[in-house]
């Protein structure tokens, strides 16, 4: 008896295997399933349904083979005077298939009694957490930081969704043209969304997109920049000094600045002509923020754009910048045996930014042993400029007229350094920047 239940037990698997197999096999679509009294049909793309079906489908299958079972059971206890064997296993057989049977039905009814959801499969879908979605109304799928193409976006999913409670603002750059290109070599059609947690925005009409969440350092803008943002194509946050990306290389019309004031990185910017940010050339005026208390501010009319030196510009705590900077009318002016005059900028008198003519630096000859004619010949430090000494974290730009260099080292011998070598023009102005 043991023996031929194990071998109906395997019979069924193999049936059970071979069917599925063929089921997928064949890939019976929903509408060709076979409609069972009680159950829904599956519906396409919801699991539950599925389940639930099977599960049904499995119950009256449960009911046949106890049906067959009985009445297999039954034919043996029929033919019991011919086989006088075949009355107890028949008897047993019905038996057996009897108590399966109610004991199916009763864990359903029991089961549906205590909590009716027990057997009603709903599988409930996870929340999506914070994140950029594609969004169709509720439904959500989550949406790469860039896309070459917007024909790749499902049909329907044509909506970026900024999805948080809280978080850093969003910037969407959206192109007109694929891969990231504008109507020209300008970008222009580009546009860059700032959106808040919870905003979304539409790309239906676009080529291409990418997203970034914005951070504080120096924005470049090829149009002009209004309130708080660059109009038409703009760049990701900078915050290193060299030279400008292609696109933006000499052809630079205003930056907006972010500033992180809750951790007191006030950024500053200058530009150069030249690719060299170190060397001598044509440089912009000084752009930052005078206003500590301003985040966002924008800055128009670029004069130049091939490189940058950007800065931390330390604006409250500048006493800890270093003890200042002193300038000397010789090389090596701090060192021993120069016997040079001195002009010292001290943390207090730079404050939090300086500037002035080097004619008003009257040089200092107290202690130093020099003729009277040198003396009298080189009262300032414009008339004579020998070297700097830079005592901690100081921004020294020397400018002549349009031109300036920058420095933030030492400068041992101004006469070998390109803006004051001999034959250029003299020093109208310095400034000096505490920085971090």
């Known amino acids: 008896m043991q023996k031929k239940n194990i071998l109906l037990f395997l019979v069924l698997i193999f049936g059970f295997c071979f069917f599925a197999s063929s089921v997928f096999a064949l890939e019976i679509k929903i509408e060709d399933y076979p409609n069972i009294p009680g159950i829904n049909k599956p519906t396409d793309g919801n699991l539950p349904t599925f389940i639930a079906y099977f599960f049904g489908f499995g119950a009256y299958i449960a009911i046949i083979i106890a049906a067959i079972s009985f009445a297999i059971g039954a034919v043996q206890f029929s033919i019991s005077a011919i086989n006088p064997s075949a009355k107890k296993e028949g008897k047993d057989r019905m038996i057996g298939s009897t108590i399966g049977l109610f004991l199916c039905l009763t864990a359903v009814i029991i089961l549906k009694t205590i909590n009716p959801a027990i057997i009603d499969i709903n599988i409930t879908p996870l929340e999506a957490t914070d994140g950029i979605y594609y969004a169709k109304g509720d439904a ?46 300008n970008y222009s059609g580009v546009k860059v969304i700032r959106k808040k947690c919870g905003e979304s925005e539409s790309l239906a009409g676009i080529g291409s997109f990418k997203w970034s969440f914005e951070t504080s350092g120096i924005y470049y803008c090829m149009g002009k920049c209004t309130n708080n943002m660059c109009d038409g194509y703009m760049s990701e946050s900078n915050s290193s000094s060299g030279v400008l990306p292609n696109s933006f290389k000499n052809n630079l019309s205003s930056i907006r600045i972010v500033n992180d004031l809750k951790s007191d990185f006030h950024y500053g910017v200058i530009f150069h002509n030249t690719d060299d940010p170190t060397s001598t050339s044509n440089c912009s005026r000084i752009l930052y923020s005078s206003n500590v208390e301003t985040e966002f501010e924008c800055f128009n009319d670029i004069e130049v754009s091939s490189s940058s030196t950007v800065y931390f510009w330390n604006h409250k705590d500048f006493l800890k910048s270093g003890q200042g900077v002193d300038f000397y009318s010789e090389p090596f002016g701090w060192a021993k045996g120069a016997r040079a005059g001195e002009y010292s900028a001290s943390a207090q008198i730079i404050n939090n930014f300086w500037e002035k003519n080097p004619g008003s630096f009257t040089l200092n000859y107290s202690g130093i042993e020099r003729p009277d004619g040198y003396k009298n010949l080189y009262k300032t430090f414009q008339q004579r400029m020998g070297s700097i000494n830079i005592k901690g974290n100081y921004m020294v730009i020397l400018w002549s007229g349009a031109q300036c260099q920058v420095f933030f080292k030492n400068i041992n011998n101004l006469k070998s350094t390109e803006i004051t070598a001999p034959g250029n023009v003299f020093i109208d102005k310095i400034n000096v920047i505490p920085v971090k």
Not at 144 to 169: A, D, F, H, M, Q
């Open 140 to 185: 959500l799928k989550s949406a790469p930081s860039s896309e070459s193409n917007t024909k790749n976006i499902e049909t329907g999913y044509e909506t970026l969704l900024y999805k948080c409670s809280s978080g850093p603002v969003l910037l969407i750059w959206k192109f007109p043209k694929t891969n990231f290109q504008g109507n020209d070599e």
